[in-house]
């Protein structure tokens, strides 16, 4: 089954192109991450999932529902963390996953949401002096109210420390295992390698790529390197592995050999040079790293925090 369907999907802002023609599949039960750089039109293809927002063409369908026509629909088997949602003041932690508790018309005890978000402690303190982790723990026990079919997460990792990345991370596993299809939007590539079955890159509105990461670093080819150390290195051996397909420069060093290659070629040269007699000793190889993969499809390098560190150590904004 199919759990979000954009066919199409255009949205201008007066001059402004935020999306731009968007074709994009998730199927139920799948962890998919949606990638891309500050203004890429994230925010804006999940205001239209919850139809917050209206294409300007195109359709969109959430759970088998028309976004735009059967919102109620949607919004009732969905849980949302949206960005930066503002929690109010006065209300305890309890009231606002209370709240959600209701709207989506369950039971269940709000503590223990509040428990699985590792808040339970502050469950009676007023939401307005929360930090800003724990508010977003907070807006993320109120998205898991009710077990929904559907999360839909913006940037659910912002404010959180590594810790609470990581915790984040786990619970979106346990989302995903009891059946729930997971949709987020990151900018944090790390993040999104780490639990991500597919990924989508959005870039100035057009989407990039879809595919598994190590489905997209295969198609991209991107370069990687094997350094490989020969009790007995010499020209031969370079000309040995620049004879393997996939293969782009060999150079030795002394009794070392470094070999630019695609990935999948790292075997075969390992395998060529044994087999033309000369006796490996070791071998480091150098993957490309997200951070490569994600320049190379949206053509620029990454402006923002890169890790969960960085993001940690940022300034906070100023709630409220
Ligand atoms: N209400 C609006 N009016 C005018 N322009 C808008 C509006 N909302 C978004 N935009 C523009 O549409 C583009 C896409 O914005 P969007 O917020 O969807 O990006 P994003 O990928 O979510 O970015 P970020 O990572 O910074 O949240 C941007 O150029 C933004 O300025």
Redesign the pocket.
């Known amino acids: 089954m199919v759990a979000i369907q954009l066919d199409g999907v255009s ?1 201008q ?2 001059s ?4 731009r023609n968007v074709d994009l599949t998730v199927e139920s039960g799948e962890i998919f991450g949606f990638l ?12 239209i999932l919850l139809d917050f ?1 209206r294409p300007t063409n195109g359709s969109a369908t959430v759970l088998g529902h028309d976004a735009q026509t059967e919102s109620v629909a949607v919004r009732s088997k969905t849980g949302v963390l949206p ?1 930066g949602y503002h929690v109010y003041d006065r209300l305890s932690g309890r009231e606002h996953v209370q709240f959600a508790i209701d709207s989506k018309e369950s039971t269940e005890d709000p503590l223990d949401l509040l428990d699985r978000v590792g808040i339970a402690d502050a469950a009676d303190r007023n939401a307005g002096g929360y930090s800003k982790g724990m508010t977003q723990r907070l807006v993320l026990a109120m998205a898991l109210a009710g077990e929904p079919e559907l999360l839909i997460l ?2 659910p990792s912002t404010g959180l420390d590594p810790n609470g990345a990581r915790e984040m991370r786990k619970i979106i596993r346990e989302e995903a295992d009891r059946g729930a299809t997971v949709f987020f ?1 990151s ?1 944090i590539l790390e993040q999104v390698e780490a639990i991500c079955d597919r990924v989508g890159i ?1 870039n100035n ?1 057009e989407l990039v790529a879809e595919d598994t990461i190590s489905g997209l670093r295969a198609s991209l080819e991107t370069d990687s390197r094997l350094d490989v150390t020969l009790e007995n290195a010499d020209n031969g051996a370079v000309s040995a592995a620049e004879d393997v397909a996939g293969v782009t420069s060999a150079i030795q060093d002394g009794s070392m050999l470094s070999i630019a290659l695609t990935r999948e070629s790292k075997y075969e040269v390992l395998a060529a040079l044994d087999r033309e007699g000369y006796s490996i000793v070791d071998f480091t190889t150098d993957e490309s790293s997200l951070d490569d993969l994600f320049a190379a499809v949206t053509g620029e390098p990454r402006s923002e925090d890169h890790t969960e560190e960085d993001a940690a150590a940022a300034p906070t904004e100023v709630e409220q």
């Open positions: 949205k802002y007066g402004i192109t935020a999306l891309g750089p500050n203004g890429a039109g994230k925010s804006t293809t999940i205001d927002v960005d913006d940037e939007s900018h959005l509105g």
